[in-house]
């Protein structure tokens, strides 16, 4: 079955990018839409954006100026750039597939990974 | 922007208790809600979509309903399993979240 793994540092310094990449494994990354997700310590889940498998993206307002997220077919990856970190990007960042054709809702998730902004 | 509440925050409750969670959208979007449940430590799990169809593997005692603005979802009976934080999550127009349930034990 197909399986998600998030990695890239745990440690970036504020104004740095930040940048994580998801492994898909058990299934083509072409065939399906994948998104990113994050959750700052003791908060709640707050969407950041996603590629279709055509390639087309679109980012949450809020992130929108410093998102951006692509893939790579060769390698079975989709990557996120976040741009400009502060202490605020400190959070856990998971990523997903969404299953578009049917249930339109983010069926198979990665086990997170733990991002800090700090100096 | 959509924008998503849920009701309440946070709730105590027994096992075997029947809980329902509420969630309101900003604006209408069918039945274009999903909800997830999430564990300490752990990534969310999807629980239902399209507001009422149940996720593969999911027990029964989970069910959910409405449609345009207002969505519920009611697990019949709680068992020890179910203490969580509970997420809505619109797919109308792009994604957006809920601020989370927290089920507590009574």
Known sequence: QVQLQESGPGLVKPSETLSLTCTVSGGSISRNSWSWTRQPPGKGLEWIGYIYDSGSTNYAPSLKSRVTIFLDTSKNQFSLKLSSVTAADTAVYYCARIEMTTIRAFDIWGQGTMVTVSS | ?106
């Open chain 2, 1 to 106: 922007d959509i924008q998503m509440t849920q009701s309440p925050s946070s709730l105590s409750a027994s096992v075997g208790d029947r809980v329902t969670i509420t969630c309101r959208a900003s604006q209408s979007i069918s039945t274009y809600l999903n909800w997830y449940q999430q564990k300490p430590g752990k990534a969310p799990k999807l629980l239902m979509y399209a507001a009422s169809s149940l996720q593969s593997g999911v027990p029964t005692r989970f069910s959910g309903s409405g449609s345009g603005t207002d969505f519920t979802l009611t697990i019949s009976s709680l068992q020890p399993e179910d203490f969580a934080t509970y997420y809505c999550q619109q797919s109308y127009s792009a994604w957006t979240f809920g601020q989370g349930t927290k089920v507590e034990i009574k």
